[in-house]
């Protein structure tokens, strides 16, 4: 079975500081990997994904997460957090043989101190 | 281009009753997925229709149906609502149905059972 783990369901970091927010995936194939972000009452926004094509993803709002096979490992980083990026955020992945079906993480909670 | 639109954006109902949500896609894209989120068992697959055919389907009873329409709009229906079918309810669209495909959500429908 393909799925992901986020380690850490809530984090907290001072606005400037670096973010770091883990996800691990299980998958025998290379995946599919996804990261989204999810502001209060609002639907998911993708932030970015890889598809293969390179190990280093860059996203959107700074953001960009590395590909790693061999620690199985997504992790989402950004250098410096802005009070705006306190939000869920969500890795998620998909298996070749299941179409657009997502496959979550239970999700990160990042909070911005001031 | 306008983004995914789902209708309504909250909604009351009580136990035994049925509710239909729905969702208009991306102009163009012809994938639509739904999602349950909840804080206890967080984004869950539910059903992903194109060109008007259901292609996967997840681990929910079968109270929980949809149907997709020639214009790719899509509708689920919920019937014989229980207090554990609150929730807020995902759609996403993309332009094929390929897991490599970005998705993208709308806003959500949020569900309350009483």
């Known amino acids: 079975a393909q799925s992901v783990t986020q380690l850490g369901s809530h984090v907290s970091v001072s606005e400037g500081a670096l973010v770091l927010l883990r996800c691990n995936y299980s998958s025998s194939v290379p995946p599919y990997l996804f990261w989204y972000v999810q502001y209060p009452n609002q639907g998911l926004q993708l932030l970015l994904k890889?598809?293969?094509?390179?190990?280093l993803v860059k996203g959107i709002n700074g953001f960009e997460a590395e590909f790693k096979k061999s620690e199985t490992s997504f992790h989402l980083t950004k250098p410096s957090a802005h009070m705006s990026d306190a939000a869920e955020y969500f890795c998620?992945?998909?298996?070749?043989?299941?179409?657009?079906?997502?496959?979550f993480g239970t999700g990160t909670s990042l909070t911005v101190i001031p | 281009k306008a983004g995914v639109t789902q209708t309504p954006r909250y909604l009351i109902k009580t136990r035994g009753q049925q509710v239909t949500l729905s969702c208009s896609p991306i102009s163009g894209h012809r994938s639509v997925s739904w999602y349950q989120q909840t804080p206890g068992q967080g984004l869950q697959f539910l059903f992903e229709y194109f060109s008007e055919t259901q292609r996967n389907k997840g681990n929910f009873p079968g109270r929980f149906s949809g149907r997709q329409f020639s214009n790719s709009r899509s509708e689920m229906n919920v019937s014989t609502l229980e207090l554990g079918d609150s929730a807020l309810y995902l759609c996403?669209?993309?332009?094929?149905?390929?897991?490599?495909?970005?998705?993208?959500f709308g806003p959500g429908t949020r569900l309350l059972v009483l």
């Open positions: 890889y598809t293969s094509a390179a190990t």
């Open positions: 996403a669209s993309s332009l094929e149905a390929g897991h490599q495909e970005t998705q993208y």
């Open positions: 998620a992945v998909k298996r070749a043989n299941t179409g657009n079906q997502f496959y």
